[in-house]
């Protein structure tokens, strides 16, 4: 059955291709979200938009808290600048800034971030999934497409990635069959094609075979009897479709602002951070979804997973930057009274290799994962270092063998006896 799927894939123009998980996570820091609306100049991460036209297209909202550039304090990503044909990002050591005068809202930044800086209002992953699930064959349309029948609707093709299609077929899609294609050249969103090639090549590389199939609607494709499913604009819930009708009647408005109140989002917000002191972190919701969706994934096993582990070498100096300014939560850090931990969860990993950038030692070993039940582990701790008061000025430290003073101490009494003998001379 498979290689009918995909002789007839051929036939019509199957487009091979690449990596996704969502916004259920925003946590309470989605209230520190910097919302750009997609109309009207440079925003940055100072300026942040609370309401929006209702039932209009969707809105880029940024977490630049989380930007690797940001925590890092350098410019060494450029992830979601690569993936904007409009260059309408820019990226800095201090602020990720977005010219909404040229961006599209095509979403293509967003599976791209290896931090989950970019979300969408209009587009929530966990849902497009609860939508999508139990299709073996998904029509999936563009905003663009012009293809008659059914199936699902998402803003633009560069929002998938092998991530959220793995997902997909985790939840018994085996074949989807993209509408509006087609209408690539000369779109506003851009040319998705090379995204969705990008995609294939992925699956291919993880599934082989027996991975998903992305192919090509044409003409000839069948079409879905059913009814289109939206999920390239925010959702309502029943409150809000009262409070715009109750406006409409007193007032004739057209367009009418309120407060997004999408129930994915509403839902997202109630998910804290990690670590509320501190730089917050956030798990990318493309990863979680294909971490969720793995077991059930036919992995070759000739190939590493999608995901790799950490180790922390003893040359360790528990300074704790690597899960300080983790974006993700795959390394967290605590330092209390007993000692100093970092501790690590694979399947928040996104290898954004930021903690390697900042170890002052160079202590942290990277590994391919091969086997899923490595990416179940709970979280295991790393490193542990024991602390002790010092007796000198009361502080925490690392003492090296039975040191009873800290460094600082240590070296003002060193001080102090030199003093000493240079009166005694």
């Keep these: 059955m498979r290689s009918q799927q995909r002789a007839h894939g051929h036939q019509h123009g199957r487009c091979r291709g690449a990596a996704a998980l969502d916004g259920a996570q925003t946590g309470r820091a989605a209230a ?230 999408d129930r994915a989002e509403e839902e997202a917000a109630l998910q804290p951070f990690f670590q509320a002191e501190g730089q917050p972190q956030r798990p990318v919701v493309y990863q979680q979804l294909l971490a969720d969706a793995a077991p059930s994934l036919p992995w070759l096993e000739s190939g590493p997973l999608p995901w790799r582990g950490r180790t922390i070498t003893e040359a360790c100096s528990a300074c704790l930057v690597c899960g300080e300014r983790c974006p993700t939560g795959a390394l967290q850090a605590v330092a209390g009274d007993g000692g100093r931990q970092i501790s690590f969860q694979p399947a928040l990993c996104t290898d954004c290799s930021l903690c390697e950038r900042l170890c002052p030692e160079r202590s942290i070993a990277v590994a391919d994962l091969r086997l899923v039940a490595d990416l179940q582990r709970p979280r295991g701790v790393l490193m542990h270092r024991r602390t002790r008061a010092c007796s000198g000025c009361g502080q925490p430290f690392i003492p090296e063998r039975d040191e009873e003073l800290c460094p600082v101490c240590s070296n003002e009494r060193d001080l102090d006896e030199e003093w000493l003998d240079m009166l005694e001379c």
Excluded: Y
């Design 32 to 261: 520190a979200g910097r919302l750009r609306r997609l109309q009207g100049g440079v925003v940055s991460g100072a300026e942040a938009v609370t309401s929006r036209p209702l039932l209009q297209r969707s809105e880029l909202i940024l977490d630049e808290e989380l930007c690797l550039n940001l925590r890092g304090r350098l410019v060494v990503c450029q992830a979601c600048s690569d993936q904007c044909h409009r260059d309408a990002l820019q990226l800095s050591a201090d602020a990720v800034d977005l010219d909404t005068e040229l961006c599209t809202g095509c979403g293509g930044c967003i599976p791209a971030c290896p931090a989950g800086v970019m979300r969408m209002t209009g587009f929530s992953p966990v849902r497009f999934l609860q939508t999508a699930r139990d299709n073996r064959r998904l029509h999936l349309h563009c905003g663009a497409s012009r293809d008659q029948g059914g199936g699902v609707v998402i803003p633009c093709f560069k929002l998938l990635d092998g991530r959220l299609v793995g997902a997909l077929a985790g939840a018994g899609v085996e074949e989807i069959l993209l509408h509006g294609l087609d209408q690539c050249d000369g779109c506003d969103m851009g040319d998705a094609r090379p995204a969705v090639e990008a995609v294939q090549a992925t699956l291919d590389q993880w599934f082989g075979d027996r991975g998903p199939v992305l192919e090509r609607a044409t003409a000839e494709s069948e079409q879905d009897p059913g009814e289109r499913l939206r999920e390239d604009q925010p959702h309502m819930d029943r409150r809000s479709f009262l409070r715009l009708l109750g406006a409409k009647a007193t007032s004739g408005a057209v367009t009418w602002f309120c407060p997004a109140s």
